[in-house]
């Protein structure tokens, strides 16, 4: 029973890191977050340290076109912004804020690699067996369940 509980931390902790690096990933390069609202793309997180921040994106911006492109879908816009084009080249922003159309430009930024979120995987899953590991030579008491709260809240600390 207590290789079979072990067993069943390390998978929910695997897919947990699974679930977060695909979460990473949808965060583009413009360091904003964007969610579907009445069939327009909205900015719902701007990172204040980001090009497209110090460009004049702000939340609750309506993402209209990227590059003279209609931007309708979280797709289209990572399409846009991860597939056709690279870090350091111009973006030009059409978005709706308010009643009003505001457009500006901004530096596409350095993105997620392909080997960074392998990377980031293989320790998390190196982080799940040592976890195990943990629960393995700890009894079973309300501290162990204190100490499975914590490893599943840590790797999502920011």
Known sequence: ????????????????????????????????????????????????????????????????EVNGIEIFS?????????????????????????????EFSAVAERRFSLPELIQYLIFGIIYSFFTMLFFNSYPNTKTKHFFYSFFIYVPFYK
């Open 74 to 102: 979280r797709h289209v816009l990572h399409n846009m912004v991860f597939d056709r084009t690279r870090p350091a080249e111009t973006l030009s922003y059409k978005v709706e804020r308010g009643d009003e159309l505001t």
């Open 1 to 64: 029973m207590k290789k079979a509980f072990s067993i069943a931390v390390m998978a929910v902790s695997i897919v947990l890191i699974i679930y977060s690096t695909y979460k990473s990933s949808l965060i583009s390069n413009d360091k904003a977050i964007y969610k579907l609202e009445n069939e327009s793309l909205v900015v719902s997180y701007v990172n204040p340290e980001s090009n497209v921040y110090r460009a004049g994106m702000q939340i609750g911006d309506k993402i209209i």
